[in-house]
């Protein structure tokens, strides 16, 4: 359980999203919306950049892989059920990415 602590920004965001879709707060709402757009530039520029994979290989080796998975999972479900689809199709880009640079670095066919 000493991993906990590598997961609370994900563990937040995903508390974040909840408080939106269910409460509707306008505030949470924009910080929801700046955090997904610094994740997709994070995720993308993961893609192309040595050191940015660097920083995500050594937070995955910490937490088992599948938890990353179910707060992904979650993210893009509640916000789905939210009606937030373009945000949602944004953490579902989030979580493929972040799977696809996992499995390049680990080299998992």
Not at 6 to 30: G, K, P, S, W
Not at 77 to 96: A, E, H, N, P
């Amino acid at each position: 359980m000493s991993w906990l602590k590598h997961i609370i920004i994900d563990l937040l965001a995903t508390l974040v999203i909840l408080i939106v879709v269910f409460h509707e707060t306008t505030l949470l709402e924009y910080v929801l919306y700046i955090y997904t757009g610094l994740m997709v530039l994070a995720r993308s520029s993961s893609f192309f950049r040595i050191d940015m994979r660097a920083i995500t290989k050594e937070k995955h080796n910490v937490a088992p892989l599948w938890i990353y998975h179910l707060l992904y999972f979650l993210n893009v479900s509640i916000l789905l059920f939210g009606q937030f689809y373009i945000t949602s199709l944004f953490w579902l880009f989030i979580w493929v990415a972040a799977a696809i640079v996992y499995y390049k670095d680990n080299k998992i066919p």
